[in-house]
């Protein structure tokens, strides 16, 4: 049902994901990732391209391609399910 995270990991290996002290952060599950915007703890991500963009750089040290980033981006909209066979979808912003 859930795919990764329900755990709790320190943000920010390599370089820190948001301000103020490094800390450990509890991480969501990636389904319906694409219908949950802003993104991070604090909401300073608000599309999953930044989300993406950010966590490459932050956990593994990675500046990804705008193609990279596009077809990760693609990958986690895969995830999003439906609710009683009505497709999710995320609040109007």
Do not use: C, W
């Amino acid at each position: 049902m859930n795919v990764g995270g329900n755990l709790f990991e320190r943000q920010g290996i390599f370089h820190p994901l948001v301000q103020g002290p490094l800390e450990t952060v509890r991480v969501p599950s990636l389904r319906n990732v694409a219908a949950t915007p802003p993104y991070f703890h604090d909401g300073s991500a608000p599309t999953l391209e930044d989300a993406v963009r950010r966590m490459a750089a932050a956990q593994l040290d990675r500046n990804l391609t705008a193609e990279q980033i596009a077809f990760l981006v693609a990958f986690l909209k895969t995830l999003t399910g439906n609710y009683r066979g009505t497709p999710v979808i995320g609040a109007a912003p």
